[in-house]
């Protein structure tokens, strides 16, 4: 069965500390996509990044940057300087890959960010 | 990019009244729909999945004649609510599959509040 794990339920730092998100997942498929979502307090989710299974290559844009390690099954989510900006719930989520429509999303359980001034 | 569009964003009513939440892909064709419900501080919990033209399937626990799911076009699919109850009371929201991309687009939401 599929799994996302997201261990840490909130974490609270102070504004230009850097902060690291874990998602752990778990599959059986081969071949697989890993999602960030965020969610401020208005609710809409706005997507991080999607990674390809095949594409372990390490990602940055900007503040953010996100370590792939399938030998650990970790897909982690690392904001650098924080501002209270990225105050915010955050979503890891796993799907199947392929060309399937109905191929559905699987959530962890969100990490509540909060930046302090 | 894709857009879904999610309307209304917020609605009140009363209990036992229905109410319908739309969903429209506005620049690409959704074959599936994906509704989700969250409860505060809470995940994302997929209620079912609509596909053009046939009937939705739900999860397990959802009971599919109170959230009645409607997918009559590529466009559109739509979410009633039926006799609604102060504990239906939550944020609904919908997403597409853009099969161009692999990527999910979704709706900005819908806060219910049932009184």
């Known amino acids: 069965a599929q799994k996302v794990t997201q261990a840490q339920t909130e974490i609270s730092v102070v504004e230009k500390e850097d902060v690291t998100l874990d998602c752990v997942y778990e599959?059986?498929?081969?071949?697989?996509?890993l999602f960030w979502y965020k969610q401020p307090p208005s609710g809409e989710l706005v997507f991080l990044i999607r990674?390809?299974?095949?594409d372990e290559q390490n990602e940055i844009s900007g503040r953010y940057s996100w370590n792939f390690q399938k030998s650990t099954s970790s897909f982690n989510f690392t904001i650098t300087a924080s501002q209270v900006v990225d105050s915010a719930v955050y979503f890891c989520?796993?799907?199947?890959?392929?060309?399937?429509?109905?191929?559905?999303?699987?959530w962890g359980l969100g990490t509540s960010l909060a930046v302090n001034p | 990019g894709a857009v879904v569009s999610q309307h209304p964003s917020r609605v009140i009513c009363k209990s036992g009244t229905s109410v319908k939440i739309e969903c429209r892909s506005l620049?690409?064709?959704?074959?599936?729909m994906f509704w989700y419900r969250q409860f505060p501080k809470q995940s994302l919990m997929l209620m079912a999945t609509?596909?053009?033209?046939?009937?939705?399937?739900?999860e397990q626990g959802v009971e599919k004649d109170k959230f009645l799911i409607n997918h009559a076009s590529l466009t559109l699919s739509t979410l009633t609510v039926t006799s609604a109850h102060p504990e239906d009371s939550s944020f609904y929201i919908c997403?597409?599959?853009?099969?161009?991309?692999?990527?999910?687009?979704f709706g900005s939401g819908t806060r219910l509040t049932v009184v």
């Open positions: 997403s597409a599959r853009d099969t161009r991309t692999y990527g999910y687009t």
């Open positions: 620049d690409f064709q959704a074959t599936t």
């Open positions: 609509s596909n053009e033209g046939s009937k939705a399937t739900y």
């Open positions: 599959t059986r498929d081969t071949t697989y996509y």
């Open positions: 990674r390809n299974s095949f």
């Open positions: 989520a796993l799907s199947e890959a392929g060309a399937g429509n109905n191929r559905k999303l699987i």
